[in-house]
């Protein structure tokens, strides 16, 4: 079986061909207004440097340890631009110095406590899809070494609740096999990530991934019934409720967590049954203003779309779904239950009284998209090797300072990235709609200067998450903090909420050993270190 | 003006008058099949033998403070039935030693700074609707005093974003004061838990109070976009915001927290259109397993209508909404944007395949059980001065156990019921339901013997509860923890996340002032005093 690529996405032999690449550069250099790209050639193993290990694994545990340069330089990384260019660079200098393996929860505890007793940084490990630096051993001095805790041997879902419509799914389940699951049950979780092939239950779970609805339950923390986690003081289960009142929700603190408080190893999960009717069509407007309208009146209307994603006109003309002359807006109604034409009857009205005009025969814009949407993995590895800097930034913003904020922060990062790049495009899309605000997405395409492409790509992220700070967005809808978006996050929480992350650290991980540097400066924490009087 | 009666419901000169009060045993006396009931005099605030106050206030703060009696007696209880058999009895030991009316934010920092410095318990008081004694200052030796910290005066919308939906409101508003402040600009919280009336903003979301939603948005906690929050170590704002992937919920945390770590002062929150569109029906079912299949399929449909209750054979005969051979099961639909009646239709069609039959004509079984639900405080009140015992528990429970549960907690119950009272009836309705789960509302109705309400009370009420935690139930859906549920409480949350919980104190509340003796034990916090390894 083929082994996945240590550097990019996917499996080794998987992704765009040599000429696919050469034919996505003469796209990009026709889109972007440049002469031609140069190709590099990713990374092989044999050629990394990696620092010996400085630690070794305890002898009990040996068997769930590998210091393998593969397995060290496959958990190095997680999927940012930041990290394919390092990986192009051959930059493997913070790989982790063991990756462990546990084979279940038992073993899980023993390599925690040893970490513990060790004073080694534990990073837990999903898919490794993190586009936010949350999976990077770059633990600063206080550890004697970091272990890039993979959860793959957690996998599988281990119990089904048909009356319930739940299921408790191990933590380590990659996106395809817990939908392969599932299937024979009937039953989907319907949480399709862009990173879905590559990533795991937990990593949903600990970065509140953004899913497959456009509405309603956008973040998979709306699915989670219970949860499991293994701390380093111990082991914690919440019990399976479908809902209660009694005291905070135990289950929304590890939402977002991060693996800063423990690992995820398991949870119940509220499932769907398949769809069988279905509704949609795609939009178009001619001015992006009607189109927001029209999105924000769906969104406050109750139909609850499942699909509600509107791609801005650049950002229809770079996926290829259009020609940059209309906004297009991607609608979708599904139901295991009823006929969904009167939801979708009502959302086309919304969107005429907008001037929306429901795209009629030829290309499905809508079908181009997905296309690319799920390609976007392989997509991104052949911009880097093509020497372009790409990036994308999410947030969510109310609708009443929407228009400030989106032009502001359009316009610093555009200015960004004529100062750090010469040129390039800035689009938009909603990634997904609420009642009181969307959640825009943005995508960054410049050409690279070769060996600048960091600093490039830092000044234009800079820019971009200052003016999102400034202009009262978040940091993150969907992508997580990790470690790039610390700074803005300690900003954007209250002081003492920090505190009380702090507090819940001392508690569970007294130590301090849990991802550290994730949302939270690295090392052992010690109260109220921040907070205080405004 | 009338001024709010210091013991029982609404304002003096509400509520039953002595004709009904008659009227009511009569009916219950024939319900329960009882020869006749005693009807007892409330108290009267010259009746009551207050202890002294404890403590002072600061001369800075004189203004800010009350030590009326009729104030005092007003901030001693919820109410509960305990609470009111206290109050007919005229046991008023645990009064306050102060009441604070701070009269902006400034001066409750002033009261909490204070409390901190002076040893003194502060007790947050919303609306006192509490029925599980959220808000007694019965808070044991640890404290030189206890102060009622009464919100009324942080009163109001504050400021309305029309395009985001969205209000700011101050916490200390009572239910129909909110709605007639947001009634100009056509909008509404629809937030109608049955203390509507008499129970606060800031109560609702420190108590995750249930609402109007029976599906869908049932926790008020799904309405709160930001949150401001007086805590002893700082005010914490967090960020408004349709949604955000940036670490754990900072607003989760503090609905549900109970006063525990602070008072909530005001909240942006999201609000609705008013509904301009109705569809609803009542459906009788012969069979009751026949309506909870139908529920069940209804809230697994994604038809999410706004009522969806279902009242059990008995809970129909003593509300007066059946003859007790049928379940009634209360449907509605409503939208400010669309006709709901496809909804309604399919609805009905899952209700028709469950053998329920459409009620038609004659008196409407929903408006009856509306009038007496609206009505519940004045006839809970009506039901303790005819000596009766009466309790609600309500709950919530995944399908798969729903049938073991509900015959367990029904038959402990009735059990406990005929062993403290020799006979009595314990019904049931859904006043939530969930895809993955019902949320079970028991009603309890028997017989009390003068002098032993209170023990009876709390055999049945250990009995239920011991079943309900046993069966794997929450100890409680929307009435909150308070001191009375916090046994059990304890039980149910990991003994982790309770820790976490006493971290979070910690932080904001490190001299353990606020609330103490809810959720967590009383008294200042140390860490990890009960969790570890299960």
Not at 158 to 163: C, G, K, P, Y
Not at 301 to 313: D, I, Q, T, V, Y
Not at 404 to 418: K, N, S
């Amino acid at each position: 079986m083929a082994r996945r690529k240590f550097w990019g996405w996917g499996l080794e032999g998987e992704g765009l061909t040599a000429p696919e690449v050469e034919q996505l550069g003469g796209v990009f250099a026709d889109r972007l207004g440049l002469a031609g790209l140069r190709i590099q050639q990713p990374p092989r193993v044999a050629e990394l440097d990696l620092p010996e290990p400085r630690v070794a694994p305890p002898a009990s545990l040996e068997a769930a340890f590998s210091t393998d340069p593969y397995d060290r330089a496959a958990h190095t990384y997680g999927r940012s631009f930041r990290d394919l260019v390092r990986a192009f660079r051959r930059e493997y200098a913070h790989a982790p110095d063991l990756v462990a393996f546990p084979r279940d929860e038992g073993e899980l505890v023993s390599v925690l406590d040893w970490c513990t007793d060790s004073g080694v940084a534990a990073i837990p490990f999903g898919g490794g899809s993190s586009v936010v630096g949350g999976v990077e051993p770059d633990v600063g001095d206080g550890y004697r070494g970091a272990v890039s805790v993979d959860l793959r041997n957690l996998d599988g879902v281990l119990e089904v609740d048909q009356a319930s419509r739940a299921a408790r799914i191990a933590a380590g389940t990659l996106g395809p096999a817990l939908e392969a699951q599932l299937k024979p049950h009937g039953l989907t979780l319907r949480h399709f990530p862009q990173s879905f092939e590559w990533s795991t239950l937990g990593g949903w779970i600990a970065t509140r991934s953004g899913g497959h609805f456009a509405t309603l339950h956008t973040h998979i923390d709306e699915f989670v019934e219970a949860v499991r986690v293994v701390t380093p003081r111990g082991v914690l289960q919440t019990r399976r409720l479908p809902a209660s009142g009694a005291g905070p929700s135990p289950e929304r603190l590890f939402c977002g967590s991060e693996g800063t408080l423990g690992v995820i190893t398991e949870a119940w999960m509220r499932v769907q049954q398949r769809p069988r009717f279905r509704a949609g069509a795609s939009v178009s407007f001619a001015d992006f203003r009607d189109a927001v309208q029209a999105v924000r009146e769906i969104a406050q209307s109750g139909l609850n779309p499942a699909n509600c994603r509107l791609l801005g006109h650049d950002e229809a003309r770079m996926s290829g779904s259009g020609d940059g002359t209309h906004s297009i807006l991607v609608l979708g109604f599904e139901s295991a239950d009823h006929e969904m034409d009167p939801w979708l009857a009502r959302a086309l009205e919304i969107c005429g009284s907008h001037r929306g005009e429901v795209h009629g025969g030829g290309d499905d814009p809508a079908a181009t998209w997905r296309a690319a949407f799920l390609r976007g993995g392989y997509l991104r590895d052949g911009l880097v090797q093509l020497g372009l800097i790409s990036e994308t930034f999410e947030t969510a913003v109310t609708w009443d300072r929407f228009w400030e904020f989106h032009e502001g922060v359009l316009a610093a990062t555009e200015q960004a990235v004529r100062e750090a790049c010469g040129s390039g495009v800035v689009s938009c899309r909603f990634a997904y709609a609420y009642p009181d605000g969307p959640a825009p997405y943005y995508s960054v395409y410049a050409p690279g200067r070769p060996g600048q492409e960091l600093r490039q790509w830092d000044d234009i992220k800079v820019a971009a998450a200052e003016a999102i700070a400034a202009l009262g967005g978040t940091i993150t809808h969907h992508h997580a903090v990790g470690r790039d978006h610390r700074r803005w996050y300690l900003r954007e929480v209250p002081g003492l909420f920090a505190d009380v992350l702090r507090g819940a650290k001392a508690e569970l991980d007294p130590s301090g050993i849990m991802n550290p540097g994730v949302l939270l400066e690295s090392g052992a924490v010690t109260r109220g270190s921040e907070g205080g009087r405004p």
